[in-house]
């Protein structure tokens, strides 16, 4: 490769795109807190005269999540994805190399089988995205690679990053308000008012027993939440929401949480911190 002296290695640039999406984060969470606060719950009730069973459901929220929010979301994750390019491409020029085109960081979630074909495109791949790497970085890349150290991890940020990146490149990305479902659901969410004298609620049957927690993430529309009974049966129960079911907006296939982008930001922060020793 062609020798350059005209520019010199930074990750400046790369720390730059870190910060914008984290600037973005932060306002795209001013924007969106307000927004599910004006989403209605709503309790519905029903009567099954032949159970004589009374059954409650809650109404979850009224709209789709605004498209504004996919875009953002979209922006925030082409930062970071964009930011380990960009580091790549500061690490060819570190061995005094001219980075091309080709060049970016490579996120494999899944090991390439025994088939001699898909091995040697791989190797093609990974060679052409790290040409002008110093081997000892890119021996450190790979070991981050997301299919390495599944054995020791329940989540990899660098493989939600890439899913959500490769998705966002031809698609909005799915965007939904989900509901977290408190630990012990009757009293947290529910009020169940005093009865007459002499009627009492009896045989309460939770949705999910005998958890009592509502399978997460709560779909717009109706959830089942509880039935009953009351002795006796002429008496009308007075069943109402408590309190608000915290939401919060999702997104990708997986449904990750947007508070979880913070965890896509300290990835990227920390593989740019590492390697800033390399850089100088």
Do not use: C
């Amino acid at each position: 490769m062609a020798t350059t002296e005209a520019r010199t290695a930074s990750l400046a640039g790369a720390r730059a795109k870190v910060d914008r999406a984290l600037e973005q984060f932060h306002s795209l969470q001013a924007e969106i807190g307000p927004w599910i606060e004006s989403q209605p719950q709503d309790l519905w009730f029903g009567f099954d005269a032949e159970t004589q069973r009374w059954s409650y459901a809650l109404i979850n929220g009224g709209e789709d999540a605004p498209l504004r929010f996919a875009v953002i979301i979209g922006e925030i994750v082409h930062d970071l994805r964009s930011a380990l390019d960009h580091l790549v491409g500061q690490l060819v020029l570190a061995e005094g190399n001219d980075p091309t085109d080709r060049n970016q960081f490579p996120i494999y979630s899944d090991k390439v089988d025994r088939d001699p074909k898909q091995w040697k495109d791989r190797r093609n791949r990974w060679q052409a995205m790290l040409r002008g790497v110093n081997p000892t970085e890119r021996a450190t890349i790979k070991a981050l690679q997301p299919y390495r150290r599944a054995h020791r991890i329940l989540y990899s940020a660098l493989a939600e990053l890439a899913s959500l990146s490769n998705t966002d490149k031809h698609n909005l990305l799915v965007t939904t308000v989900v509901g977290v479902a408190p630990d012990d659901l009757l009293p947290w969410l529910l009020a169940f008012d005093p009865l007459p004298f002499g009627a009492q609620y009896v045989d309460i049957m939770y949705a999910d027993p005998p958890s009592k927690r509502i399978p997460w993430p709560i779909p717009p529309g109706r959830t089942e939440l509880v039935s009953l009974r009351v002795e006796p049966p002429t008496v009308h129960p007075h069943v109402r929401v408590n309190r608000r079911l915290p939401m919060t907006v999702a997104f990708g296939k997986s449904l990750l949480p947007i508070d979880d982008i913070l965890n896509l930001t300290d990835e990227v922060t920390t593989i740019l911190d590492y390697f800033e020793r390399v850089i100088g």
